[in-house]
C-alpha cells in the first residue's frame, strides 16, 4: 500500500492557486475584489461624464444616445460624436499612464519612477513643440513627432544613467531619476526657448497642447491611443511576474532564472511606447502615473506591480479630474492637465503629512 502524497500547501500572503491538470494560476481575491470595484467606478463615472456638459443629459438619456435612438437624433450625434471620444481618449490614456508609470516604479524600485519626473514626458513634449513651432505641423504630424521624441529622451535617459556600472534595477534607481530629472530640467529650456522663437499662432498652439487637454477630442484621438495599448500593454503584463523579481534586485532575479537585460529593455520600449502614445494624445498630463500605482498598491496591499490595478486606477483619476475640470467655478472648464497638477500637489501633501505623523 503505497503512501498518498503531501497536499501541496497554499502560498502565503492571502494568495490563491488554480491548478488544472499541469497548468496552475496565482491570483489574490483582495486584488480581484478591487478591480471589479474600480470597473464599477470607472462605468459610473464615465455615465456621468457623458452627461455632463452645456447639455445635461440623464443615465437614461445617455444610453438612448449610445444606443442610437432614432428618436433623438441630436442627442445621439452629442453622445457619439463629441463626448463618447473624450471619454474613451481619458480612459485609456489613464490606463496606459497608469501602467506604464507602474512598470517605471517597480524597474526602478522608487516611488518617483514615473515618466513625468524621469523627463520622458517632457522629452515627448519637445517633439511636439518642435513640430508645431519650426514645421507648422497637423495634429497627426504632432503626435508622431512627440512619440519619437519621447522614446529618444528614454534612450537617452536610460544609457547616460547606466553609465559607471549604474544599475536601474536596484541602487541605480536613485540614478535613473536623477538623470531623469536633469534631462528634463534641459528639455524644459529647450521648450521654453521654442515658445519664444514661435509666432503668435504657433506659440497659442503650443501652449494648448502642452495644457494637457481632452476639449476636442474625437475619434482620430481614440483609435491611436487604443492601438498604443493594444500593442504595448500585453508586453508589460506578459512581464509583470519578472518584474517582481527583479525588485528583489538584479542578482537574486538572474539566480530565479530571470533574464535581467531582456526584461529590462523589453519593459522600458513598452512603458515609454505607453507614455509616448498617451502624450501625443492629450499632451503632458502630470500625476497619474505617479499616483495611479501607488494608489492602487495601497489599495490592493499586494507585493508584486499592480499592473492591472494601476491602470485602472489611473484611468479612474484622468476620468474624475476631467469632471472636476468641467465642474469647476466661473465656468472656467479646466485642461485636465491642470487639474491634475492641482490634484497631484495635494496628493504628495498629504502622503508627505501621513509619512511624517508615522515617524
Known sequence: MSARPAPIPEPPGGQKVLRRGGISLLWRPRSLRVCLVLGLALLGLAIVLLGTG???????????????????????????????????????????????????????????????VIGFTTGAATGAITAIILFQATPLQTALAAILSGMGTALAVLLLARRGGGDTAAGGGYRLILVGIGAGAILGGVNTGLMLKGGLDQVMAAQVWLAGSLNGRSWAHVWPALAGLVVFAPILLAQSRRLSLLEMGA???RQLGVRVGATRLWVVLAAVGLTSVATAATGPVAFIALAGPQIARRLTRAPGVPMVAGAMTGALLLMAADLLGQAAPLALNLPVGLTTGFLGGLYLIVVLLGDGRRR
Open 54 to 116: 452645456t447639455i445635461r443629459l440623464s443615465p437614461a438619456q445617455v444610453l438612448a444616445g449610445l444606443l442610437g435612438d432614432p428618436g433623438e437624433p441630436m442627442i445621439t450625434r452629442v453622445i457619439q460624436r463629441l463626448r463618447l471620444p473624450r471619454v474613451l481618449t481619458a480612459l485609456l490614456v489613464g490606463a496606459a499612464l497608469g501602467l506604464a508609470g507602474a512598470a517605471f516604479q517597480s524597474l526602478s524600485r522608487n516611488a518617483l519612477g514615473s515618466p513625468d
Open 251 to 253: 542578482d537574486t532575479a
